[in-house]
């Protein structure tokens, strides 16, 4: 089951059922299940992300995307006052993993927490394309079919407001999209 299935779960739970359901997965994660570390670490308010780092260390790039995700969109860090978010996905891009690549292109697009290079963004879309991505590919094709100069100078605005798949990408929870 994906990290936003579980969450989706959790979120259908009555409120007596989550306490047992967190026990549950406290139970795996002492158990060595990666996933349900993340998850005890992701479901407690305010997260802790201490326990969610430990539990993206073995290096699973499903778990290292839903830790990205969830620094960028869920609890209010703003990614372009902060370059954890660039510097975690600059990481990441050795995992060879899609939805990693497809980010750490809109980073360098949008310049969040580095230096706007539209250069590295095509590199990283192409290369998250190639994986088998369609977000990577549309947002590729979009980049290449606005080649305007004055398009990039009002970035992220006019990509993100013109551009829906990459939209999505900055929305709530796109998880594992």
Request: hydrophobic letters at 40%; charged letters at 25%.
């Amino acid at each position: 089951m994906k990290i936003d299935q579980f969450i989706d779960e959790f979120n259908r739970l009555e409120p007596k059922d989550k306490a047992a359901y967190i026990a549950n997965l406290q139970k795996k994660a002492g158990n060595g299940d990666r996933t349900a570390l993340f998850l005890t670490g992701y479901l407690q308010f305010p997260p802790d992300w201490e326990v969610m780092k430990k539990a993206i260390s073995a290096g699973d790039p499903e778990l290292y995307y839903a830790y990205i995700c969830a620094r960028t969109v869920d609890f209010g860090i703003s990614p372009a006052k902060d370059r954890e978010i660039h510097q975690l996905c600059y990481r990441g891009r050795k995992m060879n993993y899609a939805p990693i690549l497809n980010r750490l292109a809109i980073t360098y697009l949008c310049g969040i927490g580095c230096k706007q290079n539209v250069k590295l963004a095509k590199k990283y879309f192409t290369q998250a394309a190639e994986l088998g991505m369609e977000l990577a590919q549309e947002n590729l094709d979009y980049l290449t079919s606005h080649n305007d100069p004055e398009v990039w100078a009002n970035i992220p605005t006019a990509f993100c407001d013109n551009n829906p798949s990459v939209a999505g990408i900055l929305s709530p929870l796109p998880f594992l999209s």
